[in-house]
C-alpha cells in the first residue's frame, strides 16, 4: 500500500471489531475500514434483486454490477449500493444469515480485496484501521501492525445478545456461532499467524479493549519508525 499506516485486525463475529476499530480510529485521527460491510452489501443486493446467495452465478453476476461506496469516516459511517443508503439493512438478521455464502466465493473475495486496498490507500488520513477476517493474512500481511481480536464465544454471544434485545438470545448465539464455523471454513481468523498480537477482550470492558489495542498500535508503530 502506500506511506498511509495501515493497522489490520481480524477476529471472530461479535469480537468488538467494528466497535473497538472505530473508536481507536477517532483517538488515533486514522480512517476506518469495515470490510465485512462489503461481503454484507453484496448480499443485500443479492437478495433484493430476489436471488438467493447460494445461487453461486447469481452472485457473480451481482458483483459484477455492484455499486458499491463505504465511508472510512468513523464519525460518520454510512454503507450505500447504489443511491440506497444500505448502513441498517446489511445489520438485518436476513443478511447476516445470507453473507458467508457470498464470502466463500474466491473470486468475490479477491474483487473486495482490491477495493479495500483502493479505499485505504486513497485515504487523505495518516493512517486507515481495517477490520475483518482475513486482514492480518490476506488484504494487508505487510501492515505495520496486525492484531487479531478476540473473546470467548459464550462472551461473544452475550455482547451481540445484549445489543439485539428483541431477539432471543439462545437464537443469536447459534446464528453467531453457525456463521463463525461457515466463515472459518474459508479463511483462519480465529488463530494469529506469525507476527499478528493478540488481544482477548473476554475479562477486559470496552474501554479497556480500545486501550489495549491503542496499546499495540502505538507499540508497533514506534518500532516500525524506529524508536
Ligand atoms: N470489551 C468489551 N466489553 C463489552 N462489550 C464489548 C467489548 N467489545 C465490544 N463490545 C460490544 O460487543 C458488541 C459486538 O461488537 P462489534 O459489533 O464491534 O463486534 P464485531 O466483531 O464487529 O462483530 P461482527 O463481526 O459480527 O460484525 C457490541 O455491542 C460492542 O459494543
Ligand atoms: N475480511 C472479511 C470480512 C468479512 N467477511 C465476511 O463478511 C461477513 C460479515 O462480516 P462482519 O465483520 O460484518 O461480521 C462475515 O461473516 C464473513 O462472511 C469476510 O469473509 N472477510
Not at 486514522?30 to 465485512?36: K, N, V
Amino acid at each position: 500500500m502506500t506511506d498511509i499506516a495501515i493497522i489490520a485486525i481480524d477476529g471472530p463475529a461479535g469480537s468488538g471489531k467494528s466497535s473497538v476499530s472505530k473508536q481507536a480510529a477517532r483517538a488515533l485521527g486514522f480512517g476506518y475500514l469495515d470490510t465485512g460491510a462489503a461481503y454484507r452489501a453484496l448480499a443485500w443486493h443479492v437478495l433484493a434483486q430476489g436471488a438467493d446467495t447460494a445461487d453461486d452465478a447469481a452472485v457473480r453476476a451481482a458483483a459484477s454490477a455492484f455499486p458499491y461506496a463505504i465511508s472510512l469516516d468513523p464519525d460518520d459511517y454510512w454503507v450505500r449500493v447504489g443511491e440506497t443508503d444500505v448502513t441498517a439493512a446489511i445489520r438485518e438478521p436476513r443478511v447476516s444469515s445470507a453473507v458467508s455464502a457470498v464470502a466463500r466465493i474466491p473470486e468475490v473475495r479477491a474483487q473486495v480485496n482490491e477495493l479495500f486496498r483502493t479505499l485505504a490507500a486513497a485515504s487523505t488520513r495518516p493512517g486507515v484501521i481495517i477490520e475483518g477476517r482475513d486482514i492480518t493474512t490476506v488484504v494487508a500481511p505487510d501492515a505495520p501492525v496486525r492484531i487479531l481480536l478476540t473473546a470467548d464465544p459464550e462472551v461473544r454471544a452475550a455482547r451481540r445478545s445484549a445489543e439485539l434485545t428483541d431477539q432471543d438470545a439462545a437464537a443469536v448465539a447459534a446464528a453467531l456461532h453457525k456463521r463463525d464455523a461457515s466463515d472459518a471454513t474459508v479463511v483462519d481468523f480465529l488463530n494469529a499467524a506469525p507476527g499478528v498480537e493478540v488481544v482477548d477482550s473476554t475479562d477486559l470492558d470496552f474501554a479497556q479493549t480500545v486501550d489495549a489495542v491503542l496499546g499495540v498500535v502505538h507499540e508497533k508503530l514506534e518500532t516500525a519508525h524506529g524508536r
